[in-house]
């Protein structure tokens, strides 16, 4: 199971200990990740009490941004290349946050193929693509081949478990 976002807490509901120039926040409630919480060396000097009101004030700076924050993807006009290699990460990465792709069951095994522009990706290569944007969500919309350039009306309704 995927584990929660840190959260502000109080002292007695983390764990709170040192390694090196960070501190390692741990909750107590194991549904909710550890943090690694670099300060530099005044982490020498500080009490648990302060490193943990640190940690708390970057989460509301966090919050806070959210909060401002409205997201517009970016789609790569059609045409254009929507990925690129990535040579250092050995890699393809997106270039926007919108990506236009078909399927393909013709791989080994019949395992599915992902074609984005005219690359060839297998799903490893797919899967890997998608790190690019981890912690992030996304929503994907199966359309008609033919249709893949097209803006699409999404209709938000439950379907009967026999229908499409």
């Given at each position: 199971?995927?584990?929660?976002?840190?959260?502000?807490?109080p002292?007695?509901?983390?764990?709170l200990?040192?390694?090196?120039?960070?501190?390692?926040?741990e909750?107590?409630?194991?549904?909710?990740?550890?943090?690694?919480?670099?300060?530099?060396?005044?982490?020498?000097?500080?009490?648990?009490?302060?490193?943990?009101?640190l940690?708390?004030?970057?989460?509301?700076i966090r919050n806070?941004?959210?909060?401002?924050?409205?997201?517009?993807?970016?789609?790569?006009?059609?045409?254009?290349?929507?990925?690129?290699?990535?040579?250092?990460?050995?890699?393809?990465?997106?270039?926007?946050?919108?990506?236009?792709?078909?399927?393909?069951?013709?791989?080994?095994?019949?395992?599915?193929?992902?074609?984005?522009?005219?690359?060839?990706?297998?799903?490893?290569?797919?899967?890997?693509?998608?790190?690019?944007y981890a912690?992030?969500?996304?929503?994907?919309?199966?359309?008609?081949?033919?249709?893949?350039?097209?803006?699409?009306?999404?209709?938000?309704?439950?379907?009967?478990?026999?229908?499409?």
């Amino acid at each position: 199971m995927r584990k929660k976002k840190p959260h502000i807490v109080p002292l007695s509901e983390v764990n709170l200990s040192r390694k090196g120039q960070e501190a390692i926040i741990e909750y107590k409630d194991t549904s909710v990740s550890t943090v690694h919480f670099k300060i530099g060396e005044n982490i020498e000097t500080m009490t648990d009490e302060e490193i943990l009101e640190l940690f708390n004030d970057s989460l509301r700076i966090r919050n806070m941004i959210a909060e401002e924050y409205t997201h517009v993807a970016v789609e790569i006009p059609p045409g254009r290349p929507q990925i690129e290699y990535f040579e250092a990460g050995d890699q393809w990465v997106p270039k926007g946050q919108v990506l236009r792709c078909t399927i393909s069951d013709g791989g080994p095994d019949c395992e599915a193929t992902i074609y984005i522009d005219d690359q060839e990706l297998s799903l490893a290569e797919f899967g890997r693509l998608l790190t690019s944007y981890a912690g992030w969500g996304m929503r994907i919309a199966f359309v008609p081949e033919d249709e893949i350039e097209q803006r699409v009306a999404i209709d938000v309704r439950d379907v009967k478990d026999d229908s499409r």
